[in-house]
């Protein structure tokens, strides 16, 4: 199904979740953006949440006009919409629907750098 998505033009941008889960993938897609981002994770496991590498989960960003179709596509047990793109220069991750991570891009750019 994200095959057929990507072919017909309704993912903007995908990342796997491996090495370093969730928060890493995020992080490296909005330094390679230079977008923003703010997450809500439902969940009462952050850490697990956040750092998981198990396989086959995959981070893909979608154009609001086409999340429509592209949910279409899933059995939405197997898609689950957790944060939205933003022009702010920010990641903010909540958990419950409380910012627990506010981290500017050029912040995540100079940690990355630094490797």
Known sequence: ALHQAIKNKL?????????????????EMCIGGRLGCELDLNTNDLTTALFSESNGRLLVEIEPNK????EAAFDKKL?????????QPQLIIKQNNEAIVSLAIEQL????QKQ
Do not use: N, P, Y
Not at 16 to 25: F, K
């Open 11 to 27: 993912v903007r941008a995908c990342h796997d979740l491996s090495e370093g889960g969730l928060a890493v993938a995020i992080a």
């Open 67 to 70: 999340a429509a179709k592209f």
């Open 79 to 87: 898609i689950q919409k957790i944060g939205v793109v933003t022009t």
């Open 109 to 112: 750019v100079k940690a990355w």
